[in-house]
């Protein structure tokens, strides 16, 4: 099949990427802020002016590359991704969509193309520990935010900076409904439904609202050796039972909603000694807000019989809840279409993880293409997708693009 | 009731000795070897001899205090127990029985009675990790032993000087089977099972086998939003049902048996990927070894149950083994029937905590009364005994050491 894109180049440019902030494991550790961080973003500035943009870094240090359109009157279509990357983090987890996103722009110049609208790339910094680069495009940052230190020790407002933005004029990057016709993201799934399925792209029907909490279980702590097991208030043991019941409880309905608890910690801890309290996490997802806080509910009702079994009691404090967020449904179409009539298969799916596009999709219709992670292994050394699978996602957009630009999307 | 000893001495002792190594929280901090634990072994030492004691430091660093029978050619009945605390403990395990040995004697003197056999009392250095006063009596202390450090970062060859012995003449303080008639010791329960019953005495049976085991769980660790719940391998969900079966399979059969986690860490442990590895520690308990093995055969049927069901392994480690010790027949029937005949209340009673009668039980018949802990808590600021409860187990004491003075127990 003949493709609008160049895949070798593509894949060259993410294999060239991940020499910044290369780890000996193999893996890329790209932290936002970092000299890797700021190196990358420096080579990113010269791979978007050989794909003919007109490049300047944002008041929020983000990447920002302009071509003009055929209609001055009309807004841009945005195209990004991010390159920073996790702590031991992987190659294509940002890199996959910034560099396709550029290979897209790339190739209609050279099939001299001019689209309608204007087009923007957007390489959005620090996308790993906050969304602060495309916050900044929505105005979300707050100057607590900005105090935020990051894994590296910096403050954003210091990493802004010493990205060559400049955080005291962050008002110059906001964006307002209406100043952007779409936003559109390839991203890694960072899950193995698509490798799993045998399916070439997934189209992203939104991404999921998470809540969490921090559970206390308070129950007695005393000797293991003295105290009969019917007297014992085992806090451990109760925990035990409300890790059971969150995967019962989670699993017992159809449908995607997750539910985890991946931190628990014991006091005092130790092998001979019956646990007196238990703090654990638990992580609730899903597309629906109500189905999150119906399971919640059912939760708190089992933490309450569990309790009052076992003689200890269960407190939850919500810490963190981000609503669901729905990909535009014109957009998903147009993404669907362009991948079957590229003779790739499809699949709609929620997306677990947060991504640029959530937050542009505030200010604009907003899409997420997703290709396959071999395995699904993501934040890791291990992340890998199939150079095939990742011209494929470009070719996606390439030709999503080019029907976007055609309609009268407002 | 008239009582052959002095409790108001007894408890008006055991609050003097508590100074020694007195916490802001009101508990107490006597770690063997520090300086509080010297002071207080020294003040031990002028309580023995205000009780007719002639008191040396044997080459272990123990205190032994010795009164002469009637009868040279027998073989010296023996009361003893510690004074070292674990740290942040409280002012009752160890003191109550070693201060009720000398009471004993002291009691004795004053009304003029001399037995047939010699007595000794012994406080016994370092019981709280590891024995190793009545473990040097025994002849069981090795080399490597002695290299071990303690809380406070003293190995115990330098502990054992530092509290006036000679760790290079451990052998003059080995004593053989036949060298002793009995072994008598009080001691708090450490448990509420007294307390909630009602009871004023607890006569000791046995102290029971421990076996302790690592338990790994591996699982593998992923995305906790992109990874569906029927993909995942989670190892948290597994040992947490592990933890469950252990509460389970433990409290199935009817007895004194225990089964206890105490300590589970998570790896990653964050509240947003799915655990990849659970440590966890296993501590089974019961006077019947074959129980104990029983017990663990079925959690292990268990864990290979739990494992296939969410795709995850277990692997265990035994790092610690105890065997169950009994208490001596005869000497519990004697401690029983004096206890009665002074108007006390008795439970016969296995202990879950090891004490120094059970390394005396190897070279000697042996004697264990449990005294009333209220709330069962021990090893803590909070750890409390009344002093009718003391004085109660100092009079079993004085009435079953006249007893077995009287027995041609050999």
């Known amino acids: 099949m003949i493709r609008a894109v160049n895949g070798d180049r593509l894949s060259r440019r993410i294999a060239a990427l991940a020499e910044f902030g290369r780890n000996p494991s193999g893996g890329v550790t790209r932290v936002a802020y970092s000299e890797a961080d700021r190196q990358g973003c420096e080579w990113m ?52 969509g910034s560099l396709a996103a550029i290979e897209v722009v790339q190739a209609l110049a050279e099939q001299g ?24 495009v929505t105005g979300e940052l707050t100057e607590a935010d900005l105090d935020v230190v990051n894994a590296i020790g910096k ?14 004029r962050l008002d110059t990057v906001r964006r307002r409904p209406g100043d952007i016709v779409a936003f ?26 998470v809540q969490r909490w921090d559970v206390v279980v308070e129950g007695r ?52 000694i019956v646990a007196g309290r238990v703090e654990l996490s638990l ?44 990909m535009h449904p014109v957009i998903r179409g147009v993404l669907d279409r362009s991948a079957r009539e590229l ?10 993880a947060g991504h640029d596009a959530q937050t542009m999709a505030k200010l604009a219709p907003a899409g997420l293409i997703f290709i396959p992670s071999v395995g699904g292994v993501s934040h890791s050394a ?15 957009l390439f030709r999503s693009l080019l029907e976007l630009d055609a309609m009268e999307v407002a």
Chains 1, 2 share one sequence.
């Open 283 to 326: 992580d609730i997802r899903d597309m629906d807000e109500e189905r999150i806080d119906a399971l919640f509910r059912e939760l708190c009702a089992d933490a309450e019989r569990l309790g009052g079994e076992s003689g200890t009691a269960f407190s939850f404090s919500r810490y963190y809840r981000h609503e669901p967020v729905r």
């Open 184 to 209: 559109l993201e390839v991203h890694i799934e960072q899950g193995e439904i698509l490798e799993s399925k045998g399916v070439d792209i997934g189209v992203v029907e939104g991404i999921v609202g």
């Open 113 to 136: 193309i001019t689209t309608r609208h204007r087009l923007e790339v957007i390489v959005f910094q620090n996308e790993e520990y906050g969304h602060v680069g495309s916050r900044a």
């Open 221 to 272: 702590a005393n000797h293991a050796g003295t105290t009969p097991m019917g007297r014992r208030r085992d806090a451990l043991l109760a925990a035990a039972r409300f890790v059971d019941a969150v995967n019962r409880v989670v699993t017992a309905l159809p449908g995607r909603q997750v539910g985890t608890v991946g931190a628990l910690r014991v006091f005092p801890g130790a092998p001979d």
């Open 382 to 396: 291990d992340e890998y997708s199939r150079p095939e699978d990742i011209a494929n996602g470009a070719a996606v």
């Open 45 to 96: 500035e010269e791979v978007m002016s050989e794909a003919g943009l007109d490049v300047h870094v944002d008041a929020a240090g983000n990447r920002v590359g302009r071509r003009a359109g055929r209609e001055d009157r009309l807004p841009p279509l945005v195209l990004g991704s991010h390159i920073d990357s996790v702590v031991e983090g992987g190659k294509y987890d940002g890199p996959v």
């Open 155 to 168: 403050t954003r407002r210091e990493g802004i900076a010493f990205l060559g933005g400049d955080p005291s």
């Open 343 to 352: 003779g790739l298969t499809t699949e709609a799916m929620v997306s677990g």
